[in-house]
């Protein structure tokens, strides 16, 4: 699948329509960006390996509202919140649901995010903007094909990544593109969002057991070469073409419930090697589609066989009952 031709999405529909025994329908997106506990959003993915597909669904559920920074998280029944171990060390409870799995009990280490990026004006000074965020928790919930339940974990999210997303750095590029901007004159304040919330992700992803089975699935691993002179070390990179931004024209089923769409390509690099070249699309962030930072559509194929392909697509998004 090259990346200039993402996938069919009339297959697509075909096969993520068991999804909708999970959750289907798109809520109107909310004036405002609060945070309310049990908004949800689906996705699907399907991965296809040479003659082999794989399709997974990926249900997220928010558990908490924005929790203090660096404050260990404890998770379990309503009711039910422990007394403090160890009273020098901060914690806070997060209270799940009767109907909730089991997996999601238990204790996650405080957290928060930092994330610095620089850019130069066009008076040659360099600048540096910092995007910090604390914690939400979020239950993920993966299924399989016929939409029975597989695993559930539980996962601390990057708060303020989410809630800015990516559509204002498209709008920014497009309008960069049009008004034809020096290059020089430095990128605009809101592509500032782009690397934390990328990297928020992928720290997210990594941390909750029931993403990583799937993401080994995606990403090639590196070569043996590349493992020896890092000594055994992987490290991930995103090329991200901000500069080829254009308006995602594709029947997406969450666009029609958003106020517009761009699609704009990333490539992956694992210890410096080319690993996927992708397409993502995003849609502002307003609640319930901050959840997922506002993206509705991922397209990616293996930098060096074209035969291992996935698409990831937003199939809810709903509010809090």
């Known amino acids: ?4 031709h ?3 999405d009339g297959q697509l529909e075909t096969c993520f329509a068991p999804g909708r025994r999970i959750l289907s329908g798109f809520d109107a997106p909310a004036p405002t960006g609060e945070w309310q506990v049990g908004d949800r959003i689906l996705f699907g993915l399907r991965i296809d ?5 794989l399709v997974r669904f990926i249900l997220l559920e928010l558990k908490s509202g924005v929790l ?9 029944p309503a009711g039910a919140a422990p007394a403090a171990d160890d009273p020098s060390i901060k914690t806070v409870y997060v ?6 799995a089991v997996e999601l009990r238990g204790r996650l280490p405080g957290r928060r995010w930092s994330v610095w990026t620089t850019f130069t004006d066009k008076a040659g000074k360099e600048h540096r903007i910092t995007r910090d965020s604390d914690p939400v928790f979020l239950a993920v919930h993966v299924y399989d094909d016929d939409a029975r339940k597989i695993k559930s974990a539980g996962t601390l999210a990057p708060e303020a990544y989410l809630r800015r997303g990516l559509y204002a750095a498209c709008v920014a590029a497009m309008e960069r593109a049009t008004q034809h901007h020096d290059d020089r004159a430095g990128a605009p304040v809101e592509f500032a969002d782009v690397l934390p919330l990328l990297y928020g992700f992928g720290q997210t992803i990594a941390d909750t057991p029931n993403l990583t089975e799937i993401i080994k699935a995606l990403v090639p691993m590196p070569s043996l070469w590349s493992l020896l002179v890092r000594g055994g070390r992987i490290d991930c990179s995103a090329r991200v073409g901000l500069g080829e931004v ?5 029947p997406l089923a969450a666009i029609i419930h958003a106020r517009g769409a761009y699609r704009f390509p990333i490539d992956i690099e694992v210890n410096a090697e080319p690993s996927l070249r992708c397409l993502l699309s995003v849609v502002t962030p307003a609640p319930p589609f901050h959840l997922c930072a506002g993206i509705v559509g991922l397209d990616g194929v293996q930098a060096k066989d074209a035969s291992h392909r996935f698409a990831l697509r937003l199939l809810a998004a709903r509010r809090s009952d």
């Open 6 to 8: 993402p996938g069919d």
């Open 68 to 76: 203090p920074p660096d404050t260990d998280v404890i998770i379990g």
């Open 1 to 4: 699948m090259p990346r200039d």
């Open 246 to 250: 254009t308006n995602e024209d594709r």
């Open 49 to 53: 390996q040479g003659d082999e597909g």
């Open 95 to 100: 209270p799940l649901s009767d109907g909730d």
